[in-house]
């Protein structure tokens, strides 16, 4: 699998070359970070794998954190 690149740039998130709405490059970091965990599952160094491990679920709730938040805007005040 090819290197995948994100570029937030004037509001707009570009991936691999393409402009893709915000919500859906949440989506898509979080199917790679996925992907990225299921990989590093095979990694034959246990302690490399949990050290991996730990930082891509970080980045994951991270994601997930920020997808809920686009999703589920705060209410306005009055």
Known sequence: MGERTFIARDGAVIFEGREVPEYRA????????????????????????????GELRSALAASRDQRRTTDNPPPRAA
């Open 26 to 53: 949440i989506a898509l970091r979080q199917h790679l970070v996925s992907r990225a965990l299921d990989r590093a599952a095979s990694e034959p160094r246990a302690a490399a794998f949990w050290r991996l491990a």
